[in-house]
């Protein structure tokens, strides 16, 4: 004999204050761990210090500077007088380096030029 009728079942409803919570917590972990860099740096890790082509002959240094002036051979170029004067010697690589005070653009903008016209590029880092 039941003494007590069983109740129907019923959904349970979801509860979304703990996960509002949650959520909340999490933004504010991640806002607070979050290191914020600088726009105006740009940070890769390759090392192209002992960086030698096929022949074994050095990569031909190319470096960018203010106003997107590039120095290759002791000569200063523009980024369009460069170009050609790359493909005329031949060169399919090269080590890119910057000066202190070239901007970010000047950098990127000669990077792209470089792989679009054909020549692999590689960033030197300069250690401090």
């Known amino acids: 004999m039941q003494l007590v009728e069983p109740r129907p079942s019923r959904p349970m409803p979801i509860r979304i204050t703990p996960l509002i919570d949650v959520v909340f917590i999490l933004l504010v972990f ?17 090392s192209t210090q002992d960086r030698r082509n096929v022949t074994g002959d050095p990569l031909p240094e190319l470096q960018v500077s203010a106003g997107g002036i590039v120095r290759w051979q002791e000569n200063q170029y523009l980024l369009a007088e460069l170009l050609p004067a790359l493909k005329a010697a031949g060169i399919g690589e090269a080590n890119l380096s910057t000066t202190p005070d070239s901007a970010l653009a000047d950098f990127t903008r ?14 030197k880092r300069e250690s401090p």
């Open 30 to 46: 991640f806002m607070l761990t979050t290191r914020l860099t600088p726009l105006d740096h740009l940070e890769l890790s390759n």
């Open 110 to 123: 000669t990077l792209s030029a470089l792989n679009n016209a054909g020549i692999t590029a590689h960033w």
